[in-house]
């Protein structure tokens, strides 16, 4: 059985969420306020216009994407993270960077723990018998495309 995800994570605020700039941009509720923000095919082309360039240790994420979630976490004057997963059978990467105010304050690419410690990095203290990953409900779908069709 396989998983994958990518996509940023963010502070459920409700500046981001009522913003006409990020309206039509899709996002699922994740626990401990925050909300996933799941890099869709139509988000994808809309940020790199064609033009990105890949970032070294990651599949999805681009310069146009990095400079997209170094500006999120302006806006939201807090933390964003990106995140990318993927794994079949046992076998795969994942990838995680977290922003704070605008300014990168950790990246781990192809890692087995990148993204709970992105979560960890973020502020969220894991629950007795979960790892960060679950605590924030990552877990709930396998496939960004649950994802997408939760909405």
């Given at each position: 059985m396989?998983?994958?995800i990518?996509g940023?994570?963010l502070?459920?605020?409700?500046s981001?969420?009522s913003?006409?700039n990020y309206?039509s941009?899709?996002?699922a509720?994740?626990?401990?306020?925050?909300?996933?923000?799941?890099?869709?095919d139509e988000?994808?082309?809309?940020?790199?216009?064609?033009?990105?360039i890949?970032?070294?240790?990651?599949?999805?994420?681009?310069?146009?994407?990095?400079d997209f979630?170094?500006?999120l976490?302006i806006?939201?004057?807090s933390v964003?993270?990106y995140i990318?997963?993927?794994?079949?059978?046992g076998?795969?990467n994942?990838?995680?960077?977290?922003?704070?105010n605008g300014?990168?304050?950790y990246?781990e690419?192809e890692?087995?723990e990148?993204?709970?410690?992105?979560?960890?990095?973020m502020?969220?203290?894991?629950?007795?018998?979960?790892?960060?990953f679950?605590?924030?409900g990552?877990?709930?779908y396998?496939?960004?495309?649950d994802?997408v069709?939760s909405f």
């Open positions: 396989g998983y994958n990518r940023f994570i502070p459920k605020l409700e981001f969420l913003n006409e309206q941009i899709p996002y509720n994740l626990n401990n306020s925050y909300i996933l923000v799941p890099l869709t988000l994808y082309d809309q940020v790199n216009m064609y033009q990105g890949a970032e070294p240790g990651y599949t999805y994420l681009t310069d146009k994407l990095f979630g170094t500006q976490s806006f939201v004057k964003a993270a990318e997963a993927d794994y079949f059978g076998h795969g994942q990838s995680a960077i977290v922003w704070c300014k990168k304050i990246e690419t890692a087995k990148s993204i709970n410690k992105a979560i960890r990095t502020g969220t203290i894991k629950e007795h018998g979960k790892d960060e679950e605590t924030i990552l877990n709930k396998r496939r960004l495309e994802w069709e």
